[in-house]
């Protein structure tokens, strides 16, 4: 066995990898081998640490410092300074790691201090290639426990008693789940992972998948093992290479140490894993819709009832959950239900990941018990708005979800609050905007994506998704007419209460919140035909003020030559202007502005 | 896998390649590895730390390295802090004091004297 005096993890999410992780192992192989350091200093490749916005990030331990934003060509200073001679390399660490010329540990910044990891704890810790590694930090020993000293009674109790609920989207208890799955009748019957993660702001699936497979495996096992399955289906979107990769990896890896496959511990339990690819249509992650994507049908949802526990897979009873679910599983079979019931609220027990993106300074994935508050997340975690931008809303639950307001802020976020506020948990996604951000906008944007993905099974949804979208078409573009928001909320209250599935009845989300919390920006487009976030281009007109000092530099950008004036005289902005804002970047006067 | 046991093992083995980058409270030995430090012959020091760790199977110690510890004519210098206990400085250390420190204040709790700070004039 070797042993290293220090391990550098080099983070390989797909964030940092998109910022040029690679090209830094790369470095550092190179400098560990010149410096012949490579016998006392091991890389470790792991999954996402989470800040996201910091990345490429690289951790070296036993002094858990905290590089960030590290680049090639910074490594052979960390290696020289850091790895060779003890010095920690401080203008390279991450900002907050620096106070007062103290340098602190990765868990003494704020962005993890107020975090709890569950199902995120070995993301950004273990070498998510390295079954061991996985097992050196109690991996399997829940799967042990289950099969050797637990009944399948005892099992379902312990997951029904912790609380935990389903972090796909709905909040389902997840104890329950199982056990109806248990009771139905049939001889054959799978556990299905929900790996679709169809939020385009959500990557806390493909954390667990790339950083911790091994968790996904070893909860499915053990959720096989309850219900009375022995073959399990991860569903996984194409587009998560790396996730799709490792997880391979780790199944393989689980085969050939026998935590796959037959006997399993020696207990007569046979279980086997194997992965589905999806081609990344948000419907697909509908859990009707992925099981017929599965069966090789069209991804399109069929009616509930039945629900799968009954008729799932090849109309036999199934249990699907998603991956974040899962990976709460070893951990409450380890600590306990009590344990887990212990975090959270009255009636949202545990932890929920949460992926924060928009108008924010920490962007990145984060772990909070629930009942944290929506400010402590997006002020002390996420490190408030930058530039010093007012807030003006955060949108919670992807396409499906609302956008909350300031006056809730200090709202404790779990499953039922939320969806009181209009918004709902979704799978975690976290969108902040500010002043700049219009609201009406934002509604037509994701209103935009779901149209694109509807599939077309049922009216409401193809049809009706797509008036309230020329809707708000109209709206932002200055056609708004006396009477077009009430028909929005008409049509919105309509199609939610008609829709075949969860995509058509939560499609109008966006719109009612926004409407319900900022009516008077929609009736700022409709009655005084102006954008007060100056967002829609056709609601704003360029104007010139007297600081012009006439430049030219703005006449000389603008393409469609809208712009007239002479040298050191006063320009004007005609007609032609098509809002393209090319000149307001060149003006070194800000002497453009919008109105 | 067929027993719990089996797992045990594995789990043991595995635990010492990733022992350092648990948060602990254990011993920690350092190795002042500034410029003065490695050409006073430290890097010997530091690998025959890791070395003895190693051979020995001390699980809760740390080995970790340090800049300029300030007393650059006494180098190389370690450092050995235990919890509840004053920290220990060593001075003008080799691989073999470095053995010796291991064997007697690491595993029986008895600082080698001769070797600390204070027995230097
Ligand atoms: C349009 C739509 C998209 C969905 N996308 C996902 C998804 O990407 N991932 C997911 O786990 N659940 C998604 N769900 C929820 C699933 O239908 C299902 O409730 C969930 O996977 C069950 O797992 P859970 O109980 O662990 O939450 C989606 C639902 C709808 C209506």
Redesign the pocket.
Known sequence: MELYRSHVLVCGGTGCTSSGSISIEDALKTELAKHKLEKEVKMVRTGCFGLCEAGPIVIVYPEGAFYSQVKAEDISRITEEHLLKGRIVTDLLFKEAVVEDQVRSINEIDFYRKQKRVALRNCGVIDPEDITEYIAFDGYKALGKVLTEMTKEELIETIKKSGLR???????P?GL?WEFTYKATGTQKYVVC?A????PGAFM?RSVLEGDPHALIEAMAIAGYAVGANQGYVYVRAEYPIAVHRLQIAIDQARENELLGKNIFDTGFDFDLEIRLGAGA??C???TA?LNSIEGKRGMPRPRPPFPAIKGLWEKPTL????E?YANIPQIILNGAEWFAGIGTEKSKGTKVFALGGKINNTGLLEIPMGTTLREVIFEIGGGIPDGKAFKAVQTGGP?GGCIATEHLDTPIDYDNLISLGSMMG?GGMIVMDEDNCMVDIARFFLDFTVDESCGKCPPCRIGTKRMLELLDKITEGNGEDGDIEKLEKLAVNIKASSL???G??APNPVLSTIKYFRHEYEAHVYDKKCPSGVCQNLLNYVITNDCKGCTLCKKVCPVNAISGEVKKLHTISDACIKCGACVDKCPFKAIIKQ | MKSLMELAKIREEAMKKVDIRNDREGTRIVVGMATCGISAGARPVLMAAVEEVRTRNLQEIVVSQTGCIGICRLEPLVEVYKQGEEKVTYVEMTADKMKRVIAEHIVNGKVVNEYTIGSVK
């Open positions: 389903g972090r796909g989207g709905g909040g389902f997840t789940k929900n679709d993660e169809g939020d699936d948000f419907v992650g509908e859990e992925l699907l959950s998603n991956v679910t499906s799978s599935c969860g995509l009845q939560t």
